[in-house]
């Protein structure tokens, strides 16, 4: 498979960017005997440093399953899996866990905030974990707070949030380490359509200014369009794998930075309930 180019698609006649991510012969079987479920089949992809890629397919087709991969939560029955150069399949599983939360990160449909944590703590959790020392990830916290423009709601808790705000302390969250690879799952499913933008819009920033890469999870088409790539899965299996010829740009709107009302919770749609 030819690595994908400057402008995201394959050929000889541009220069090749690094792959970041290297998938060969990567299957996922489930069980056994006669209840084994074989969630991906001879998985073969190349995802470029700085590529913004959407993996697509209805449900039950392994886009899911490869997430999990892809992200160091499960490991592969069959093949490699090369992260930047190493093969991640032979980590240990704390060597692995070391690497979740530093060079790769998830943003979830979920969110998944903690609720008695401000929003700051938040961001900074997973540096916690990683042992960062206190006055570096305050610093990188709250850098990554201004980037999603949420500066103002640091010391907010989760209930005090709508969910547009909470998903992007989540992004926040999730890009406050730097890392190399960031896993989105289904980000704006339980979004307005307004919040939903805003997180798209985050999303190309970011792939956009910093050269983060950036894989979407989506069963959305218009969410997937929003990427330079697009990867549809059927059965376990990569059926297509083509370029976006002009990837949908998230139109800028006013940014939602004022909490609701103290006290109100946010409906799971982002509004206050």
Not at 109 to 126: F, W
Not at 146 to 175: C, D, E, F, K, M
């Amino acid at each position: 498979m030819d690595a994908p180019t400057a402008n995201g698609e394959p050929g000889d006649s541009a220069p090749r960017r690094e792959a970041l991510v290297r998938l060969r012969g990567v299957s996922k079987r489930y069980g056994q005997g006669a209840a084994a479920v074989q969630a991906l089949e001879g998985i073969d992809l190349d995802i470029a440093r700085g590529e913004m890629v959407a993996l697509v397919g209805p449900s039950g087709s392994g886009k899911s399953t490869l997430m999990h991969v892809l992200g160091l939560l499960d490991r592969p029955s069959a093949g490699t899996y090369h992260l930047a150069g190493t093969d991640v399949t032979r980590l240990s599983r704390r060597a692995a866990a070391r690497w979740r939360g530093t060079r790769v990160t998830f943003v979830f449909q979920g969110i998944h905030l903690l609720p008695s944590l401000t929003a700051l703590r938040n961001v900074e959790l997973p540096m916690v974990y990683a042992r960062v020392p206190r006055t570096k990830r305050r610093e990188r916290a709250g850098a990554a707070l201004a980037r999603v423009g949420l500066t103002a709601l640091a010391g907010r808790l989760p209930s005090t949030t709508s969910g547009g705000q909470a998903q992007r302390i989540a992004i926040a969250r999730a890009v406050a380490a730097g890392p190399e690879l960031l896993l989105a799952d289904e980000p704006t499913g339980a979004l307005d359509r307004r919040s939903g933008r805003a997180v798209l819009r985050l999303f190309q920033e970011l792939h956009r200014d910093l050269g983060l890469t950036v894989v979407v999870v989506t069963h959305d088409p218009y969410v997937a369009q929003h990427a330079g790539r697009i990867v549809q899965l059927e059965d376990g299996r990569i059926v297509a794998d083509a370029p976006v010829q002009n990837p949908l740009v998230a139109a800028a709107e006013a940014d939602d930075t004022t909490p609701p009302v103290a006290g109100t919770a946010a409906s799971p749609r982002g509004g206050a309930a």
